[in-house]
């Protein structure tokens, strides 16, 4: 019957565990001091030094330096900057993992490996390549310039923009590209079949399946596209007040000795760091709990638009 749980036996019996490790516990016991030592020497005693050099000259400093007015303006502006670049990374992500995923195409090769482009080429040298390309004396400036002379790319926020969503965009479309691939596309041929349109076939089957995939990819983007630094460091031009972000405000103060508020402001960073580790957990926590659940725990609503998509089949 259709809508049947999958079987979970393997020849005639029931599929077993992998059996347990044979290590002695020494080795265990070994493994795991090791791995704590790496991580709180290189996780646990950064953070730390942190929040002490944040909070070293008392709470007053701490909180004029996240309220002065350059640290408002740098805040503004990355919280601006993630929400044109991590749209726009969605959007691609989705696309392209569609595209990959579902069809078969010359140059499909070319285009995984240019989506793999921003992990592989250093963010300072992806912010020259855009000072090159639309730099005042770059290849497209001039035009640029004379064209739309009130256009300011390079030193202004649409620089800023275009390298964020440049060293960003893999990781919406890196993140699907697997999900769809493992899932295959029958369930949207078989909307198709019954007469689904395009929106609906991807509002109502494909979205559902992709859902925390997709959410794991938009909360590592947004994180990326927050503390970016060497990209955006290039095409920014470290205006205090317009074209400076959060992670270069801190910059700014760092090499100013100004120690306590360059501490105090990257604490913010911090913060949103514990915000994305604790979004990364939740949604794979939903996730296992989603696809532990019975497939018959929720039955389907029959006037809902889902069911009608769904293609059933006639008990024998």
């Known amino acids: 019957m259709a809508g049947a749980a999958p079987s979970r036996l393997v020849g005639g019996a029931a599929a077993r565990p992998p059996s347990a490790p044979t290590e002695p516990p020494w080795v265990r016991r070994l493994l795991i001091a090791v791995a704590l030592g790496f991580l709180g020497l290189f996780v646990v005693v950064p953070i730390a030094v942190v929040i002490d050099q944040a909070l070293s000259q008392g709470l007053g400093v701490y909180r004029r330096a996240v309220t002065d007015p350059a640290a408002r303006d740098a805040i503004a502006l990355t919280l601006k900057v993630a ?8 959007v691609f992500g989705v696309a392209a993992a569609w595209a990959i995923a579902h069809f078969r195409f010359r140059g499909r090769a070319l285009l995984l490996t240019l989506i793999d482009l921003p992990f592989a ?7 020259m390549v855009f000072v090159l390309l639309f730099g005042a004396h770059g290849l497209l400036g001039p035009t ?3 064209h739309w002379p009130g256009l300011t790319i390079i030193f202004g926020l649409p620089g800023i923009v275009l390298a964020t969503v440049f060293v960003t965009f893999p990781f919406v479309a890196r993140e699907l590209i697997p999900v769809m691939e493992a899932q295959g596309a029958e ?16 509002w109502w089957v494909t979205l559902p399946k992709i859902r925390w995939g997709l959410l794991y990819g938009v909360i590592l983007c947004n994180a990326r596209a927050m503390g970016e630094f060497g990209a955006v460091s290039v095409v920014s031009g470290h205006i205090r007040g317009r074209t400076n972000t959060v992670p270069l405000h801190v910059e700014i103060l760092y090499n100013e000795y100004n120690y306590a508020a360059a501490f105090a402001v990257a604490s913010l960073l911090l913060v949103l760091a514990f915000v994305t580790l604790a979004a ?10 989603v696809d532990a659940a019975p497939l018959d725990a929720a039955p389907l609503d029959p006037d809902a638009p889902a069911a009608r998509l769904v293609p059933t089949e006639a008990s024998p």
Do not use: C, T, Y
Not at 121 to 127: A, D, N, R, T
Not at 196 to 201: D, E, F, I, K
């Open 280 to 289: 990364k957990r939740l949604v794979e926590h939903r996730a296992r709990v």
């Open 144 to 146: 640029l310039r004379e």
């Open 121 to 127: 080429v250093s963010p300072v040298i992806s912010g």
């Open 187 to 202: 369930e949207e041929e078989a909307a198709r079949v019954l007469g689904a349109s395009g929106w609906q076939m991807f």
């Open 83 to 90: 929400a044109i670049a991590v749209p726009l990374n969605l």
